[in-house]
């Protein structure tokens, strides 16, 4: 489907790197940095020149450091190492410019990101976890189950890693990747302050937005930490009944209860919900789902994106036709609930989450 020639494959390029015993300085906020080189006797703001090096200029050794003594590089290698990442696999799309990439971690699991170009700038949509252990039935990045959360440096450098290939900024980032991002919620908030940090890549949270299958007691969390950024929310079904087969999730918390995880959401951050609805043929796209849908969602601060559902061959779902998706769109703005049918991007690449993975894993065996 693909341009030959737009997949790189940079396997031999082995970028393996001494990290075992060490401690992953990327990962690492200001303040922290700040403390353990105190321990050291560096003397204030040595931290800022290494965070800014790290976060803003992005360096991948120790010896880029320019202003640093020889001897405290030296010191910080012994101690520390600079996470990266390595590129295995880029598909470029010829359609519409979206570069999927398949991306090998330190430890040489895998993960995938994706970089769409809008007129307004080019949106990164990264992974958060090798793997999932949520158990959607649609889903391509559950089937192989769940390895480990990524680190904080692993999800920034997802970002560093497509900004540095491209030569251009990243102005979005999307946490709708492989994995639940609020299932490594920890690892989640450092990553979004470090991100949006002033002395580092210090993209605004304004431009990001989390995607979840509906972790309740994790958005109320979330919900407190009034981050301003944009949540949107797996649904997938107008009912309990519907979304309990497609998504176990919602055995442990079902749809009332994360409605109202969401409502107070827009409660505390004034930011209005985004739910993602994948319309799946004779599942949950009939017109009578859609109104159920609008009747749930009455009165709520939310928009609801419609997703023609993305075929994973081991699931056997289809999407339904172009006809019977805008009736369904149509059939929820006739209730009044904001409804658009997603733009597909990369189609000639397969950009459906997780299935680059799961092809590299099944040839490696
Ligand atoms: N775990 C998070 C984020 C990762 S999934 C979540 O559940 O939101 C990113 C989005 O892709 C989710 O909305 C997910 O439900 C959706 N998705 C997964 N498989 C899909 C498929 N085959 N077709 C369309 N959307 C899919």
Not at 108 to 136: D, F, H, P, W
Not at 219 to 243: M, V, W
Not at 288 to 296: G, K, P, W
Request: glycine fraction near 6%; include cysteine.
């Amino acid at each position: 489907m693909y341009e030959k020639g737009a997949v790189i494959d940079l396997e031999q390029h082995e970028q393996q790197f001494d990290w075992k015993g060490k401690i992953d300085i990327k990962s690492l906020e200001l303040e922290e940095l700040n403390r353990q080189l105190a321990e050291m006797g560096q003397p204030k703001f040595r931290g800022k020149q290494i965070y800014s090096w790290l976060h803003e200029k992005r360096v991948t050794s120790f010896d880029e450091m320019s202003n640093l003594p020889a001897a405290l590089r030296q010191q910080l290698m012994e101690r520390y190492y600079i996470n990266r990442l390595c590129i295995i696999k880029k598909l470029v799309s010829k359609i519409d410019g979206t570069q999927k990439y398949l991306l090998r971690l330190k430890d040489n699991n895998c993960v995938e990101a994706v970089l769409m170009r809008y007129k307004y700038g080019n949106s990164v949509c990264i992974s958060t976890q090798v793997g999932c252990r949520m158990g959607c039935k649609f889903c391509a990045s559950t089937l192989a189950g769940w390895i480990r959360s990524l680190d904080v440096s692993e999800m920034l450098d997802e970002i560093y890693t497509l900004t540095q290939d491209s030569g251009e900024r990243v102005s979005n980032v999307v946490l709708m990747g492989i994995g639940e991002p609020l299932d490594n919620y920890d690892n989640v908030m450092k990553f979004l302050r470090i991100l949006s940090s002033p002395e580092g890549y210090n993209l605004s949270l304004r431009h990001l937005s989390l995607s979840t299958c509906g972790l309740v007691d994790k958005i109320y969390e979330f919900a407190d930490q009034k981050l301003g950024l944009t949540l949107s929310i797996s649904l997938h079904a107008p009912n309990d009944e519907i979304r309990s087969q497609t998504m176990p999730v919602n055995k442990r918390y079902p749809m009332e209860e994360l409605l109202k995880a969401c409502r107070y959401y827009f409660k505390q951050t004034g930011r209005r919900i985004s739910f993602e609805y994948a319309l799946i043929e004779g599942v949950n796209d009939e017109l009578r789902h859609a109104n159920e849908l609008a009747d749930r969602l009455k009165g709520m601060a939310a928009h609801v994106n419609l997703i023609p559902v993305n075929p994973v061959k081991e699931r056997g779902f289809k999407r339904g036709s172009r006809q019977r998706i805008e009736a369904f769109q149509k059939a929820l703005e006739a209730r009044g609930v904001n409804a658009t049918v997603r733009r597909e991007l990369g189609a000639d690449i397969n950009a459906a989450c997780g299935q680059l993975r799961r092809e590299y894993d099944q040839q490696q065996g």
